[in-house]
């Protein structure tokens, strides 16, 4: 952090414009709701204008045209990306310092690995045999690469994540479970983002691939043989089975689970803890243990709230019309 | 273990009672079910007080007022806490041990770390730049902390955990994926207890949260922003959301996700594989795919599977009736 | 892989017949819908002989009986034991080398531990005190063996997991969650096979064991206490509650919950992300979210897509019937 921040100093960071006390000192930076004096905050989404009101901040980032009597703003075209960049500079000794990368000691790369430029490797990684990593990737640590991992550039992969190990593939024979050799590779293309423990198992045969862009949450677990294409979401927890079929731009919530050996088409979305059991169309929205259009899963699960309703409403026609069961 | 053990030398080392053979030397520690000659066993739940009846046993610790007549008995006031206390005394050579807490040779722990009294870090434990960690706390082997990791005192975290990790926080501008800087802290207040593999990722701005004697079993997510009040529980495989807000004294069973911007208010309980998806009010008891209270969750239930025998009412009186579906 | 490989060579490599080109040259093998020229691929499934038309590979190995006019075969008896038997050939440099067996100057073995004969242990991986692994035994990366872990012959751990980290046993008292200490084992028998990031942990006073041959897939949780038989298969993600014991020959299909102190009989399927939620009958085939017999499951969840219309129905039957709610 540097020494002093000024209310006019951080709107003249950040291009924008200011009202209020020019020389007000900002001495911390937190969420509208739970800031107090001396702090700055900001409204990147309208939802949370109405804290305004009640905030204890000291300042506001708010954009252009936000309407409000705060005392002291910054306004700018778009809050977020004012605070994706003031953030790293006001808080600058947080995350990994640019001082600090590079290929820790502790490091195992193994001696046909073949690493990019500026490429960061945490503390008791393993990086296997043949495995390939791009220029400006970041693996923290702790990371196990089996071999033949090969990884883009500008990707990050979050502490404890395994790629290339076996997939599960057996066949059951005389009863026991006969290995099926796993000898394929990982390849994940450039700016892939992978969270803390997931795990990417290599393809048996051919390849597990993660498409250019792809964002991988924590605790993901990609199969083998799976094919992810481009600027795929995966929040906490989800995991893809084998061979599976991934298209451009589909966004998985936490928990989702997708069924081998599916297409899943391009635009997909699916909402947290839904299992898609079957391939998808394109820009598909799904919804549901089995996962189903989200409109038909609503309506669905108002019905089934409506269920102890029908049924005594069933009960008393079934007296007035004198029905019985066995009848 | 201490050479020899007898029926009234653990009963005095309880301050139970006895009653059967003084002498009778007992070589193990063993459940009911599975007890065999020689093993002392016990009962805490009186639902398995039915095993008094069948156990190879050869004495069995029961509460002061336990009506049997099985021969050889220990009483004592809870012989639950008596089983606490005895366990790591017989069994002294498992788990680890006193004589082997320090830090060990291979952590690697950050200059700028503070690092409390009779503070225990297992081997390849990497400890970040900037945390704190307090007196008594245990840390076992692999766990990974980012920057700016605070944990109180009397703390438990497991192999293989991962605190700090950055959140999942990303816009989608133009095609792309833009990461948020994740820039903010995770504190773990005092006593909490954490499984193998959990992931407590760290706050965007402000700080990831856990309160006092909070205990989290393996495989447990946590997301940025979190704040959890004190004495929670979260079992296996659970995960929370992004900025949730949870209460103190709240119980979540295996497997449990609950969604992100909402409250779980104070004492709240979830039965396993349930999603919580909105805020709840002090108190529930919740069940369901998609959680609502346990009572609604079951009658639903109980409904669901009438269903077949609804859908063949329904359709006798519509033929009763002469109702057509097209007329 | 070798210097040449040829349609016939491969064919006597096999031990079976030819038929085409027999100095047809193959330099790669691939999944037969992403094969291209050059490439070797396989008919295990006949659902896949229906690729046999589009395919671009130049060869195939089919079985012996399978009907087919493409020109360059591969006859064998079992197509997918023939695949097992040459991949590891053909791919000679994936996956761990032999002469890369042995155990990494890295880990971590505690002057306790014993060690069979030709064990691998990879980089940085930790075993404690009191721990038995069996001769070919192979553990990779990362992996934590807390005290008195024991591994029988020829199994596999992948990177990542932890076996005999603390049970999830507490009693609330006062306010406060009280620990209840675990100091029971964990014991893996013969030709047990696990994935990346799995957890086992240790009995509270007896021992968690896992049967022969039994394969877990990754992120799979087994809770204190448990007790499988042999021959059970884990995909990804499910767990098993504390105490429950799993018979012999069941399959669990990914994330499937299994809830403690139940049993889970001989032979049991259950569906991916399936609950079961009490003891099982041999050979019951469940699926549901609180699992229930496939066959009523389906039909429900049949009837639960027919609920709109039937709300309908019943909406014209108490118009008809002149039916008010209060009535």
């Not at 990147?44 to 045209?65: E, F, G, H, M, Q």
Request: glycine residues 12%; hydrophobic residues 40%.
């Amino acid at each position: 952090m540097q020494s002093e921040w000024t209310l006019s100093g951080i709107a003249s960071f950040l291009n924008g414009t200011w009202q209020g006390e020019a020389d007000l000192k900002i001495t911390g930076i937190r969420e509208i709701h739970l800031a107090g004096p001396g702090d700055l905050t900001f409204v990147a989404n309208p939802v949370y204008s109405k804290y305004l009101k009640t905030t204890k901040a000291s300042a506001v980032i708010v954009s252009r045209d936000l309407q409000t009597d705060f005392p002291n703003l910054i306004r700018v075209e778009d809050p977020q990306e004012a605070m994706g960049k003031l953030i790293p500079v006001f808080l600058s000794d947080r995350g990994l310092q640019e001082s600090d990368r590079g290929i820790h000691e502790t490091a195992l790369i193994h001696e046909t690995a073949v690493i990019g430029k500026n490429v960061h490797i945490g503390p008791y990684s393993v990086i296997g045999p043949h495995c390939e990593i791009g220029d400006e990737t970041t693996i923290m640590a702790h990371v196990t690469l089996y071999d033949h991992v090969i990884i883009g550039k500008k990707c990050t992969i979050h502490a404890g994540s395994v790629l290339g190990s076996d997939g599960f593939g057996y066949t059951f024979h005389k009863g026991v479970f006969r290995n099926i050799p796993q000898r394929g590779r990982v390849i994940l293309h450039d700016e892939v983002e992978m969270g803390a423990h997931c795990t990417i198992d290599r393809g048996s045969l051919g390849d597990t691939v993660i498409g250019e862009g792809c964002k991988l949450d924590n605790h993901v677990h990609i199969a083998h043989n799976v094919k992810i294409g481009k600027h795929c979401a995966f929040a906490g927890m989800s995991g893809v089975a084998g061979s599976a079929v991934i298209g451009n731009y589909c966004v998985f919530g936490g928990r989702v689970s997708v069924n081998g050996h599916i297409h899943v088409a391009d635009g997909t979305q699916v909402a947290a803890m839904s299992g898609v059991s079957k391939s998808t169309k394109p820009g598909e929205i799904l919804s549901g243990y089995i996962a189903r259009p989200i409109h038909d899963f609503r309506r669905e699960q108002a019905w089934i709230r409506r269920l102890p309703e029908m049924g005594e409403l069933l009960n008393r026609i079934k007296i007035l019309l004198k029905l019985d069961k066995d009848s």
